[in-house]
């Protein structure tokens, strides 16, 4: 089922959630994401932004509440599956998310997942690497690249998935200017696309996302 425009994609209801032995990151949180939506997601370290991410994802797994994603109320490990498949997560970290030998294996892994046949994929590949700037790098051992490169691959292997919803975490920490520059130029150039991006780039929200969310005490609200 395809979301209008306006529609909720994500709706969580009076979560709760705390790691083991610590007090509650979020107590009766709630947060609606509507389809079309770009927005940055600022607060201190520990507010809870990444775990909102692994919940989304079912990565993490709430005590209470409810969280509905595309129309469905997601509980099980096999409510996340088609939820990994329409939304892509981008971990802060890209060694978290590049485990194959070289470029070209870690783009194509999320669609042969999706079922893509050879031919496919290879057009997928294809597209992925000019659009993100990394035409030639297919063969290139992933462990031997540059943190910059690493991100941009990590990103190219969400792309590849043509999701619906981007969740990006701390996308541009530790990069240049121009690899800055070149993620803004990507998110720009994909008008239909909806995203979350957490970050501590003021100017990097600007150029990239419509509003910017506070997360505080276990709650959000407009910054």
Known sequence: MKERENEAVIKIA????????????????????????????????????TTLF?????????SEGKIEIFGKE?????????????????????????????????????????????????KILKETLETLGLAGFEDRITYNLSYGEKRLVSLATVWAMQPELLLLDEPTIWLDEETIEKIVQILNRSPHLSYIIISHDKKFLEETTNCVYLMENGKINKA
């Not at 979560?15 to 009766?28: E, I």
């Not at 870690?106 to 893509?116: E, S, W």
């Open 14 to 49: 009076d979560l709760s959630f705390a790691y083991p032995s610590r007090d509650y990151v979020f107590k009766k949180f709630n947060f609606n994401f509507l389809k079309g939506e770009r927005i940055g997601l600022v607060g201190s370290n520990g507010s809870g932004k």
């Open 54 to 62: 692994h919940l989304i994802m079912g990565l993490l797994h709430p």
């Open 74 to 122: 997601r509980k099980a490990e096999n409510d996340f599956v088609e939820v990994r498949e329409r939304i892509g997560l981008v971990f802060q970290d890209p060694d978290d998310q590049l485990f194959s030998p070289t470029v070209a294996e870690d783009i194509a892994f999320g669609p042969l997942n999706l079922r893509k046949n050879h031919r496919e994929i290879k």
